[in-house]
């Protein structure tokens, strides 16, 4: 499904990644860990097309998409959310969610606004019919028509899982779907990725730093520390892993 195979980046003298390969499989969790500044964003920005890798490939349904703009890979059915929400704020709950179906979350934005004008009808009707389905499947009727600055933080992040849900995706990157949740709203939100998962059968690549959470619900992990991956395996195996617990306890001290 998902696969990337020796990628490389640096950011003058830093090497972010170095020589990374794995595969999502398709329509399991694969999770992406590492201590802070290990490379996972990078990975995942690499993975989307913000970033050009040096070296390696990024493959997607056994094409090679590693020239392909982050438009054109979420055209192909990549969705991503991001470590700091990237709602618009001002706009409500369903304006948001349907922008995952307008846009391909890139620099286009503004066409895809402008595509709310002129947009023919049958087109929106099937687009409202996904946008009710998300908005029902992730609870957030009730609100619906409240601006994004009115949402506990909580409630945001489900926002921004479902505007990428509206793009229907075949892969999801979810980049820290948990960070800063307290206990109920990381609960909620973990159930909802397990919904995705078995409602849709997407293929889910999530990075996270709630260790329980990632060991919950992946059914693979890639460890990566210093822009290179130590490990990768089920959860119990990477839990089990020298190199592993050497770089978290480092990390820690
Ligand atoms: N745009 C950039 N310009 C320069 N250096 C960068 C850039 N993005 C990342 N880096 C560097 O690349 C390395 C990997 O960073 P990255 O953000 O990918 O790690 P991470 O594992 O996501 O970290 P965290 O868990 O803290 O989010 C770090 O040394 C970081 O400082």
Redesign the pocket.
């Known amino acids: 499904m998902l696969s990337v195979s020796d990628l490389h980046l640096s ?2 003298g ?1 090497k ?2 170095q020589g990374v390969s794995f595969e999502a499989a398709p329509g399991e969790i694969t999770g992406v860990i ?12 690499a993975i989307s097309g913000f ?1 050009t890798p040096d070296r390696g490939r990024v493959a997607f349904d056994g094409r090679d998409i590693t020239g392909l703009s982050p438009d054109r890979r979420a055209g192909l059915g990549m969705a991503r959310t991001f ?1 700091n929400i990237a709602l618009f704020r001002g706009m409500t709950v369903l304006d948001n969610i349907k922008l995952g179906g307008h846009t391909r979350l890139s620099a286009n934005v503004w066409q895809a606004l402008a595509y709310f004008g002129p947009a023919r009808r049958e087109e929106l009707a099937f687009r409202a019919e996904i946008e009710e389905r998300v908005i029902d499947f992730l609870e957030i009727d009730h609100i619906r028509k409240a601006p994004i600055t009115a949402l506990p933080y909580g409630l945001q992040k489900r926002v921004e899982l479902g505007r990428a849900l509206a793009m229907q995706p075949k892969v999801l990157m979810l980049d ?1 779907p948990v960070a800063g949740m307290n206990r109920e709203e990381t609960a909620d939100m973990a159930r909802f990725i397990l919904d995705v998962q078995e409602e849709f059968g997407t293929t889910i690549l999530l ?1 996270e ?1 709630d260790m329980g959470l990632v060991m919950d619900i992946c059914a693979h992990i890639v460890v ?1 520390n210093f ?1 290179q991956q130590i490990a990768a395996g089920t959860p119990a195996e990477v839990a089990r892993d020298d190199e592993v617990i050497e770089a978290y306890l480092g990390a820690a001290a």
Request: glycine share 20%; proline share 4%; net charge neutral.
């Open positions: 950011f003058g830093i972010a990644l590492g201590p802070n500044g290990a490379g996972k964003t990078s990975l995942f920005n970033y470590q820290e990075v730093h990566l822009g």
